[in-house]
């Protein structure tokens, strides 16, 4: 399986690994989503910084971000932070994610303590949106 996820206190951490398809990351939303846990979620850290090819387009991005939105009007207070270090992934999630950004926070970071980070920041009113 290409991804782990790590429930942790108040949020999830997602480790994507080797090749990833459009397909399995969709069912790691799926998973995360339909978990009867995700409504009381306060963050969720995705790192792809493991990712060594995929097959993800800018159109079945889209489509992921559509479901992340739908998600997200059940719970508001999930802001999600992605660690990526490849440029044309960081790109990409950051052109699907355009519209998702007037609902919720998203970040896109170089690494796991800017994830903590942010969301640190977030919730003491440091980061405005």
Request: proline share 2%; with cysteine; glycine share 6%.
């Amino acid at each position: 399986m290409p991804y782990q996820i790590t429930w942790e206190s108040r949020g999830v951490f997602k480790k994507l690994s080797g090749y990833v398809s459009a397909e399995e990351y969709g069912h790691s939303v799926d998973v995360v989503q339909g978990d009867v846990r995700f409504d009381e979620l306060r963050y969720i850290i995705v790192d792809a910084t493991g990712i060594t090819g995929d097959d993800f387009t800018d159109e079945i991005l889209d489509e992921i971000a559509c479901l992340k939105h739908v998600a997200h009007r059940s719970n508001t207070q999930c802001p999600v932070a992605f660690i990526v270090t490849s440029g044309r992934l960081a790109r990409m999630i950051t052109q699907a994610t355009l519209s998702l950004r007037k609902m919720m926070a998203i970040a896109v970071v170089p690494d796991v303590g800017d994830a903590r980070r942010w969301f640190h920041d977030l919730r003491h009113g440091s980061v405005h949106l």
